[in-house]
């Protein structure tokens, strides 16, 4: 699908353009949008800004070293955006390629994250007042950012209320399977965006060093390349804080199991004496002949008893109960 905004008496206006359309004779053209284009689409707007537009393939085969350059007076800018699924619970992280060429703005992408969303929510692209490409492009970086931002907060909130069902005293204890499952969650979320504030840190800092050529804002870059190292930080925190999470989980349901062993080695050394003087008992020496006695089994049974209770006793005086 391709997608033209142009900006018509001080408003902004979308429609779809057909691939065989004549993008140069479009007044007051700001932005084309590639979602998922098609071959004849591309082309379209290859001839548009004459340079290649490119493929969704080629954009994941990117090298970190190629996603930034300048050619034919075209800024080509590549970064990994993420977007939310629709279950509600996990990210999905896909490339999106800036081109800003002659102050118009080409956007080549296969996802739908909301920061691309014109005016729907504090999060959306405001590009009400852009004049030109590059102010388009410096809407977009910021919804990007925000929704980055957004969502380090998402994780961060999870976060805090697992760690009050860890650290719960009063309730059984952590349900392993389930908070193991939670923290990988939480944790695959957080390092997509992480990854996502690392490739706008570097897309930002690029467009800030070659803005002069293009027509940016540095102050706005500079703003945002701050913005994202902070979020940066935030993540790295984050990060620090699942890690110290899942060493206690695992540091609580490690003791739990070592109070379940404790356990069962005092009932098994309680059992002990009673065997041996049950052994004893149950010898069948003519020269003990007392054990033939008739209050025989009540010696037996309250020898065994009272060995029980000074096991469990002793036990409980070095509080190994």
């Given at each position: 699908?391709l997608?033209?905004?142009?900006?018509?008496?001080?408003?902004i206006s979308?429609e779809?353009?057909?691939?065989?359309?004549n993008l140069t004779r479009?007044p007051?053209l700001?932005?084309l949008?590639?979602i998922?284009p098609s071959?004849?689409e591309?082309a379209?707007?290859?001839?548009?800004i004459?340079?290649?537009?490119?493929?969704s393939?080629e954009?994941a085969?990117?090298?970190?070293?190629?996603?930034f350059?300048?050619?034919?007076d075209a800024?080509?800018l590549?970064?990994?955006v993420?977007m939310?699924l629709p279950?509600g619970d996990r990210?999905?992280?896909?490339?999106?390629?800036f081109?800003l060429s002659?102050n118009?703005?080409?956007?080549?992408?296969?996802?739908?994250p909301?920061a691309f969303?014109?005016g729907?929510?504090?999060a959306?692209a405001?590009i009400?007042?852009a004049?030109?490409?590059a102010?388009v492009?410096?809407?977009l970086?910021e919804s990007?950012i925000e929704r980055?931002?957004d969502?380090l907060?998402?994780?961060g909130?999870?976060?805090n209320?697992?760690a009050?069902?860890?650290f719960n005293?009063g309730a059984?204890?952590?349900?392993?399977?389930?908070?193991?499952?939670e923290i990988?969650?939480?944790?695959?979320?957080l390092a997509?965006?992480?990854?996502?504030?690392?490739s706008l840190?570097?897309?930002?800092g690029?467009?800030?060093h070659c803005?002069a050529?293009?027509h940016?804002?540095p102050?706005?870059?500079?703003a945002l390349?701050?913005?994202v190292?902070?979020?940066?930080?935030?993540a790295e925190a984050?990060q620090?804080?699942?890690?110290?999470?899942?060493?206690?989980?695992?540091?609580?349901?490690?003791a739990?199991?070592?109070?379940?062993?404790?356990?069962?080695?005092?009932?098994t050394?309680?059992?002990?004496?009673?065997?041996?003087v049950?052994s004893?008992f149950?010898m069948?020496?003519?020269?003990?002949?007392w054990?033939?006695a008739?209050?025989g089994?009540?010696?037996?049974?309250?020898?065994m008893?009272g060995s029980v209770?000074?096991?469990?006793?002793f036990?409980?005086?070095h509080?190994w109960?």
């Amino acid at each position: 699908m391709l997608l033209a905004y142009r900006s018509e008496n001080g408003a902004i206006s979308v429609e779809a353009i057909a691939a065989s359309a004549n993008l140069t004779r479009m007044p007051g053209l700001l932005w084309l949008d590639l979602i998922n284009p098609s071959e004849a689409e591309e082309a379209c707007v290859e001839r548009c800004i004459g340079i290649n537009a490119m493929t969704s393939s080629e954009r994941a085969a990117l090298e970190e070293s190629s996603r930034f350059y300048e050619e034919n007076d075209a800024l080509v800018l590549t970064a990994d955006v993420t977007m939310q699924l629709p279950d509600g619970d996990r990210l999905k992280s896909e490339p999106i390629t800036f081109i800003l060429s002659q102050n118009l703005l080409v956007t080549v992408r296969d996802i739908k994250p909301r920061a691309f969303e014109i005016g729907h929510g504090r999060a959306s692209a405001r590009i009400e007042k852009a004049q030109n490409g590059a102010d388009v492009f410096v809407a977009l970086i910021e919804s990007l950012i925000e929704r980055v931002a957004d969502r380090l907060s998402a994780s961060g909130h999870q976060a805090n209320a697992q760690a009050a069902r860890i650290f719960n005293v009063g309730a059984r204890g952590p349900n392993l399977k389930c908070e193991l499952q939670e923290i990988g969650q939480i944790g695959a979320n957080l390092a997509l965006s992480h990854e996502s504030a690392a490739s706008l840190q570097r897309l930002t800092g690029f467009a800030e060093h070659c803005h002069a050529r293009h027509h940016l804002a540095p102050e706005r870059l500079r703003a945002l390349r701050k913005d994202v190292e902070q979020l940066e930080r935030q993540a790295e925190a984050l990060q620090n804080t699942l890690n110290f999470q899942l060493d206690a989980m695992l540091g609580i349901t490690s003791a739990s199991q070592n109070n379940v062993l404790k356990s069962l080695s005092v009932a098994t050394m309680a059992f002990v004496p009673p065997t041996l003087v049950a052994s004893i008992f149950g010898m069948n020496f003519d020269a003990m002949h007392w054990f033939h006695a008739p209050w025989g089994p009540w010696a037996a049974s309250a020898i065994m008893i009272g060995s029980v209770l000074v096991v469990f006793s002793f036990a409980r005086w070095h509080r190994w109960l």
